[in-house]
């Protein structure tokens, strides 16, 4: 499957985005879904993942209450609303699907990656 993410910019803190993650092919209901990001000089990091059916869904801890990740298995996208962005969470974001029926954090069970949009908040 092919990943192409998009919907990154400029925003000043405070501010709000919706990341969208649009996935070629057939299959995209049965992918488990996921949007990982890399601050400048960071490693690359979980932020959140969604179930194959989107009935089940995960945060790292930093952005609970403020990003709510969704899927349209019809139209074959996975989103990321973010809402009262910080300075931190500027980052290169990454949207990432991973067969398989479990929940994981880890980059290296994910088999594709989308080529990432840039999120960049202003203070």
């Known amino acids: 499957v092919q990943l192409q993410a998009s919907g990154g910019g400029l925003v000043q803190a405070g501010g709000s985005l919706r990341l969208s993650c649009a996935a070629s092919?057939?299959?995209?209901?049965?992918?488990?879904m996921a949007w990982f990001r890399q601050a400048p000089g960071k490693a690359r990091d979980f932020v959140s993942a969604?179930?194959?059916?989107?009935?089940?869904?995960y945060y790292t801890g930093s952005v609970k209450g403020r990003f709510t990740i969704s899927r349209t298995n019809a139209n074959n996208t996975v989103y990321l609303q973010m809402n009262n962005l910080k300075p931190e969470d500027t980052a290169v974001y990454y949207c990432?699907?991973?067969?398989?029926?479990?929940?994981?954090?880890?980059?290296?069970?994910?088999?594709?990656w989308g080529q990432g949009t840039l999120v960049t908040v202003s203070s």
């Open positions: 092919g057939r299959t995209f209901s049965s992918y488990f």
């Open positions: 990432a699907a991973k067969g398989g029926t479990y929940y994981s954090t880890l980059q290296n069970h994910y088999d594709y």
């Open positions: 969604i179930s194959e059916s989107g009935g089940a869904s």
